[in-house]
């Protein structure tokens, strides 16, 4: 297992569980793109497990501060677990929702939202781009789904030293999709649209449009 060390006085954000570690923090160490590695403080003091990245200025992106966690397919399929539990325990109007939302689910660089029967991702860090495919088994492993189509064409994975990709990563299908919201069907293309091929965020904002309209 590769190692970085922190230079003095670098670890106080991990401490606070802030998940990102930039190039001026480390003294030394390093890793392959997306490669796990050890986090170490100034006196060797283990921080957290964290995806290297050969490229981007946030030099690495903790996966874990639990010292006896293993980064593998198990972790992931778990941690995508939760966090689609805990999405899904809300009652929304609507079959189009967020299931991850990378750090704050634990996934730094992974974004994936639910349209009906369709799952659309971004694999935007070079952690989650080494684990693709088990992260994608995991996702339908735990929607019951079947189709995956991925939208990886964000400019900012070029800050990683990734390329654009853009296309089915499971399954296949026509992009041109219907949701249901708040009573109504909205079309989208999850191939064309912005970002994973909707504004999901903007929910509430459709709903009081269409209450005042209707006043």
Do not use: C
Not at 71 to 98: C, E, N, V, W
Not at 108 to 129: H, N
């Amino acid at each position: 297992m590769k190692t970085i060390k922190l230079r003095a006085g670098k670890e106080r954000s991990l401490l606070r569980r802030h998940p990102w570690i930039f190039e001026s923090a480390i003294e030394r160490g390093g890793g392959d793109s997306g490669e796990t590695v050890r986090v170490e403080g100034s006196e060797n003091q283990f921080l957290g497990w964290a995806a290297f990245s050969t490229s981007s200025k946030i030099r690495a992106r903790v996966w874990s501060f639990d010292e006896t966690q293993r980064i593998d397919a198990a972790f992931f399929s778990a941690t995508i677990a939760k966090a689609i539990q805990a999405k899904t325990r809300f009652l929304i109007p609507s079959d189009g929702m967020r299931l991850i939302h990378g750090e704050s689910d634990g996934l730094p660089g992974l974004i994936v939202d639910r349209y009906g029967d369709t799952l659309v991702a971004q694999f935007t860090s070079a952690g989650v781009e080494r684990w693709k495919n088990p992260i994608a088994d995991a996702l339908l492993a735990h929607t019951g789904l079947s189709k995956l189509f991925e939208r990886s064409d964000a400019s900012s994975r070029a800050l990683e030293g990734l390329t654009e990709v853009k296309g089915w990563l499971r399954g296949e299908g026509a992009t041109d999709l219907v949701l249901q919201e708040n009573g109504w069907q909205l079309a989208l293309d999850i191939a064309q649209g912005h970002k994973t091929g909707f504004y999901l965020d903007q929910r509430d904002s459709r709903k009081n449009s269409q209450t005042m309209r209707s006043v």
